[in-house]
């Protein structure tokens, strides 16, 4: 269903959380107001003894900059500085999913508390923090946000937190730590329950890989600088953690690759071979086949490399891009950040459930080219020194493919359409385009695919499985998740 594209808020008015608190002046009065706020939820109604706390507006400098927007790229630089496992596709998408969920569902009890609530909030029930009479306060939607994002991103990453400290104080002039009687009656509670939510989802299991890497067609390390033993490989255990919306990561796995059970018939098939030979002819650094816009392709959607905002980063970036064509408000925007991180969450799982938890571990390109005894080939991938540079994974499904897939998926479900023109960025090192005009959200997909077959570190059919994958994880996100409410009603599950 396409949005409406403009959620206007409540009349403005007097709010309860900005309202003069009568009686008790003096500080022991206002610390007084203060509890009082803290302790006012829902069930009684929240009374004006809330206004003792909030922030006077004229401490405020905020301007038309939407604050999910504001948000998101606080949280890519976050993506682009971590290191190590933290690095990972599947890390970086769980933290997006975590804090868009959590700012789609403050801003859904902003919605509900004034009346304009249109979409199911994620996991719970909406709730209400003010009574019927209540009217929105000075920049109170955008507090909610700021609040709830700050706090997300801040326990999400630890070590950025003077960066997210300075972002909070560039974007309200106020500091992170000054009290705001939103925390209490909103924040706390979204946060624990997102917090909640993923507690024990199996995302810090620190298991290394013992696999088989011996075995022709099985993946072993490729050789680079952090992937010289088989217990490199990168978070094996990911396809395991409990999803958001799916009921497990393998809810969309083919029970085999192209119906191949064992090494030895996959190796020895016409197909592997075709395949083998068209990554190594189309892959190659030397390549004199791949076209200069294959070229393009390849690099455009790779960040692979520390120091970028790797692939979930970079359509994250591309969500808000299509928000600001569309020119959302303040709540459609919350909700399709919401919808495109949790489908790219799950998509990131349900990869590494097919890379590390299917009967066949394949091989990375370089490893089965140089099993032909063709040792001098090397991929078009490398890394910012310019050596060879393949991901420290087995190969299907194509992560990259699953991810683009469930974005675009994601978003022709929300606008409910697919063509629709745009401008995609790159910040990949190596990119020959920073900018790349796009005619479709399905034009994402099928970039997104083809990519790591241009850039040698993928197979054909991992790119085409990775890119089902990717399509039925959004699809069931989509039809299951932030629903349109029912009848004016709340589903309450």
């Known amino acids: 269903m396409a949005p409406a594209l403009d959620h206007g808020r409540p009349p403005a008015s007097k709010s309860v959380l900005s309202r003069p608190r009568s009686g008790g002046g003096g500080r022991r009065g206002r610390l007084r107001a203060a509890v009082m706020a803290g302790a006012l939820l829902v069930g009684a109604g929240v009374t004006s ?4 706390g909030a922030p006077a507006a004229a401490t405020t400098r905020y301007d038309n900059d ?3 927007q504001y948000w998101n790229r606080v949280l890519l630089q976050t993506f682009r500085n971590a290191r190590g496992w933290d690095a990972s596709p599947g890390k970086l998408s769980r933290s997006g999913a975590m804090v868009f969920a959590a700012v789609y569902n403050a801003e859904s009890a902003y919605q509900y508390t004034y009346k304009t609530l249109k979409y199911e909030p994620y996991l719970d029930k909406p709730f209400k923090y003010a009574d019927k ?5 000075p920049h109170e939607q955008e507090r909610l946000i700021d609040r709830t994002a700050y706090r997300m991103i801040s326990q999400l990453y630890p070590s950025d937190r003077a960066y997210i400290d300075a972002k909070y104080r560039a974007r309200t002039g106020r500091s992170p730590y000054a009290y705001d009687p939103l925390d209490r009656l909103v924040v706390d509670r979204v946060i624990r329950q997102i917090n909640r939510s993923r507690a024990g989802d199996g995302s810090h299991n620190p298991a290394t890989y013992h696999g088989n890497t011996t075995t022709p067609g099985a993946w072993r390390p490729t050789g680079g600088a952090d992937c010289t033993k088989k217990t490199d490989a990168v978070t094996p255990n990911w396809g395991k953690v409990r999803p958001f919306v799916l009921r497990s990561g393998s809810q969309f796995r083919p029970p085999t690759l192209r119906g191949f ?12 071979a075709r395949q083998r030979d068209e990554v190594r002819r189309l892959g190659a650094v030397d390549s004199t ?10 690099w455009f959607w790779d960040h692979d490399l520390d120091g970028t905002y790797h692939p979930p980063g970079q359509l994250l970036e591309l969500t808000g891009i299509v928000a600001k064509k569309f020119r959302l408000g303040t709540y459609d925007t919350t909700r399709l950040f919401a919808a495109s991180a949790l489908s790219l969450a799950d998509a990131g799982i349900a990869a590494w459930d097919s890379k590390f938890d299917s009967p066949i571990k394949l091989w990375r390109p370089v490893s089965a080219i140089h ?9 078009l991938s490398s890394d910012r020194a310019g050596l060879p540079f393949t991901p420290c994974f087995p190969a299907w499904t194509s992560g990259h493919a699953n991810f683009t897939a469930a974005w675009a998926t994601a978003m022709q479900r929300f606008f409910g ?7 995609a960025h790159s910040e990949d090192p190596h990119t020959l385009q920073a900018f790349r005009l796009m005619s479709s959200f399905s034009q994402v997909a099928t970039e997104g695919e083809f990519s790591r077959l241009y ?39």
Do not use: C
């Open 133 to 137: 009479h209540a009217r929105p306060g």
């Open 289 to 298: 086949e791949r076209t200069y816009e294959q070229t393009v392709i390849g």
């Open 49 to 52: 003894a809330a206004a003792a």
């Open 455 to 493: 850039l040698g570190v993928h197979f054909r059919w991992d790119a085409e499985d990775g890119r089902q994958i990717g399509t039925n994880v959004a699809k069931y996100v989509s039809a299951n998740s932030l629903l349109p409410i029912r009848s004016g009603r709340p589903h309450h599950g």
């Open 66 to 68: 939407d604050p999910t």
């Open 417 to 423: 359409r697919d063509r629709v023109s745009f401008v």
């Open 261 to 272: 059970t064992n090494y030895a018939d996959l190796v020895a098939s016409p197909e592997y």
């Open 371 to 379: 099993a032909t005894g063709n040792l001098g080939w090397e991929p």
